[in-house]
């Protein structure tokens, strides 16, 4: 049985990972914590990607070897990986062993096949985005310079002897599988430019560099290394290693500023090397940050660590899912942060799950009825109603509207609570009392099962407060579904889950 693959792109060491590289990462794993849970078998990949100029440059800069610089950096984002808690099974770094071996091996291949041959590229090249630049794409800068039209640095001229990918051979496959497979550019926003793009025309594109060093050399010229972006690519295929239950990935997550790499450069090599091809590029948007860009020049790198320190890493993830549709672009500010999280999860989310917690605790001495309450009108049913929608959404990565269905639900459990007024209740009728609050157990029961791929942390202390037994025999989100409930232990009060800031 082949596993759910999924991947983030490969991340640069030329600097510490910030909230942008977090925000791939977070919206993965949600998407394999999701899967898991539902009893797939999932694989997800991060890494990092250390050749070429760029890295080149940032280790002679921090005056390091190119290897020793890599293994710093590579670490810092297996760090933050590990604080984040996110579940990665593999991580690559493109300095290994098993992924040069096969940037060889498909490089060789593409030689053999005439996809590839050498040349003389003469033109642009931007090494903030490790591109080669057309020069009607240009941008003129003060002083007439040239300036790459993404990063907007300057950019530089090449005249070197190279090897070219014959890309211009692949343009109407690729059309005609964007036509076939609809599924394959998401969001279906963004499939026209892409389409428009190779429409256009496909021109080839130079694989190879003799003025960089720092890559895998080209098979049998080794004067010639291999363009990093052609390079770094096939990582996602490489770390498969020729796994049975792996190749092709479901999904490759990116930013929407390399979705062209990953929607026509990297399917066209697949394409010639006649492997299987990924089923959907997601390219998501970016963030900005008090309504800034993010650049060296104002030194406005969001540092993951700090947000987490003042909010914990499971608001922080909450927030980078929930604030905007993923695929448009957004805005990061502490004060914004701050809103949801006094509004979303101190107020809606924890307020509820205490005052819930507390009555069960005095009213029933933290214990339940043994059996779930009868009758349609429950509000466990009416929760558990919506776990297909917020499955469909999570499936097609619309995290922002599987957070929005679930509030929707807190919503509706706090107004129960103030309607049915428990704490009457238990002066007036202990019986109906005992129900509700029960019917209300059960629902934060089904919360915290869909709340777990978003906030793992936060979804635990919740059960355990909720008396859902982990360890040995854990309940499942399917089990509380299905009204599984004899295995569940004692209420127990606990420390809220989102403090209020003040
Ligand atoms: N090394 C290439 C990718 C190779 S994949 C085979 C690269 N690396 S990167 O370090 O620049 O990371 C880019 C990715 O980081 C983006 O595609 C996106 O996933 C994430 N982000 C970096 N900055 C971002 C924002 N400001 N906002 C959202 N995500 C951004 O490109």
Redesign the pocket.
Known sequence: MKKYFVTT????VNAAPHI??A??TVAADVLARFRRARGERVHLLTGT?EHGQKIEEAAKAAGRHNLDFCDQTSAKFRELWKHLDISFDDYIRTTEKRHEDKVQELFSRLQKSGDIYKGRYEGLYDVVGESYVKESDAVRGPGGVLLGPESGKPLQRLSEETYFFRLSAYGPRLLEHYRAHPEFLAPASRAPEIARFVSDGLEDISVSRTKVKWGVPVPGDEQHTIYVWFD??I?YWSAAGGAQDLWPADVHI??K??FRFHAVIWPAMLMAAGLPLPGRVFAHG??TVEGKK?SKSLGNFVDPYEVTREFGVDAFRYFLLREMPFGNDGDFSTAALKKRYNAELANDLGNLVSRVVNMADSYLGGELPAKAPEGGDACSRRAAARAGDISARVAALDFHGALELIWETIRELNAHVNEQAPWKLAKTDKDKCALVLFDLIHSLRVVAGWIEPFMPRKAAEMQAQLGVRRFPDALTADDVLAGVNSRTGQIQKGPALFPRKE
Request: charged share 10%; hydrophobic share 40%; proline share 5%.
């Open positions: 792109p490969l991340y640069y942008g590289h925000y791939t990607d770094a690519l990582n990116v930013g500023e390399i970016w963030w993010m």
